[in-house]
T-cell receptor, first 115, second 114 residues
């Protein structure tokens, strides 16, 4: 398997623009996680899905952020409108959840810069 | 409030020595604890998982301990090598209730000097 695939790897945009980050989890994994990483706050969980259903979105900063998982092989994280404080590396991860979260497999991340 | 704390300072050690990294937590009752390695510009990579009823887990040169009374995990790398230089993250698996999720500490940067 190719692992978790994220796109784009880098995105530079201007404040107010819409940003869409994409993720393809590992086939057969039933859980998908979106994390954000910054120097100040480390790796923060934004939202996670189990069997394509959003289970916990308590980490989503505000209404400007939304995430979808229309099927088992694709998820998006959207920021609209974007702000400079959204600049961070966004990671998608997937796992096979049986009881516990299980081992997370991370993508290479999408580095977002909002000017 | 809930906290996961790792050594905030970078850890510098000499090649061949044992590196010991600490993960302390408050106001969590994790069923599992995991350790990950992260290299610059890359996503974290899973290393080890230890359950709350396990005291110690080993994998090659790695050893993890988990003390639920002290609310602490120690991560050891024996016979350290420059290639072990990276950031190491601990993560608590908060199993139970309606959701379970993996919450990460801020990480410790390890530098192994040749």
């Amino acid at each position: 398997d190719a692992g978790v695939i994220q796109s784009p790897r880098h995105e530079v945009t201007e404040m107010g623009q819409e940003v869409t980050l994409r993720c393809k989890p590992i086939s057969g994994h039933n859980s998908l996680f979106w994390y954000r990483q910054t120097m100040m706050r480390g790796l923060e969980l934004l939202i996670y899905f189990n069997n394509n259903v959003p289970i916990d979105d308590s980490g989503m900063p505000e209404d400007r952020f939304s995430a979808k998982m229309p099927n088992a092989s694709f998820s998006t994280l959207k920021i609209q409108p974007s702000e400079p404080r959204d600049s961070a590396v966004y990671f998608c991860a997937s796992s096979v959840q049986r009881g516990g979260t299980g081992e997370l497999f991370f993508g290479e991340g999408s580095r977002l810069t909002v000017l | 409030s809930q906290k996961i704390e790792q050594n905030s300072e970078a850890l510098n050690i000499q090649e061949g020595k044992t590196a010991t990294l600490t993960c302390n937590y408050t106001n969590y009752s994790p069923a599992y604890l995991q350790w990950y390695r992260q290299d610059p510009g890359r996503g974290p990579v899973f290393l080890l998982l230890i359950r709350e009823n396990e005291k110690e887990k080993r994998k090659e040169r790695l050893k993890v301990t988990f003390d639920t009374t002290l609310k602490q995990s120690l991560f050891h790398i024996t016979a350290s090598q420059p290639a072990d230089s990276a950031t190491y993250l601990c993560a608590l698996d908060t199993v139970g209730g309606a959701t379970n999720k993996l919450i990460f500490g801020t990480g410790t940067l390890l530098a192994v000097q040749p």
